[in-house]
């Protein structure tokens, strides 16, 4: 089930807002997530929201890549690290990750990261 959803993408701004006032953070370079427990009734485990800062990729080329090679490397991992946990453990989470590094990566590089960051997550989520 390699599949990334509109439904598991993060929109609703009461969310957001109460994610970045009221959520938990860590960072794992190149990348920084902010997350909340959820008690609002979700189809998945996870809603996840991915931000690239425009004041550090001022080319919209460049921040669209970025994003794209972080969905595909959370599309590719999220099942076995992120939502095996989560369901055993009957938790909904909301989740930002942003993009801090200062140069753009290739996909392995992108991938080893965000699985380092999938496993960190579970495990601060399982605290």
Not at 58 to 65: E, G
């Amino acid at each position: 089930m390699h599949t990334f959803k509109k439904e598991e993408r993060l929109c609703n701004k009461k969310l957001i807002d109460g994610l970045f006032h009221n959520g938990s953070s860590f960072l794992c370079y190149p990348f920084r997530a902010s997350w909340m427990l959820s008690d609002a009734e979700q189809q998945f485990p996870v809603q996840v929201l991915f931000a690239v800062a425009k004041k550090r990729y001022k080319r919209a080329v460049d921040r669209n890549l970025i994003k794209r090679l972080m969905r595909e490397a959370y599309r590719l991992n999220k099942q076995s690290l992120l939502y095996s946990p989560l369901t055993d453990a009957d938790k909904r989470i909301v989740l930002s990750i942003g993009y801090i590094g200062k140069e753009i990566g290739d996909f392995a590089f992108v991938e080893k990261k965000m699985l380092k960051l999938l496993g960190q997550m579970a495990a601060e989520v399982s605290k």
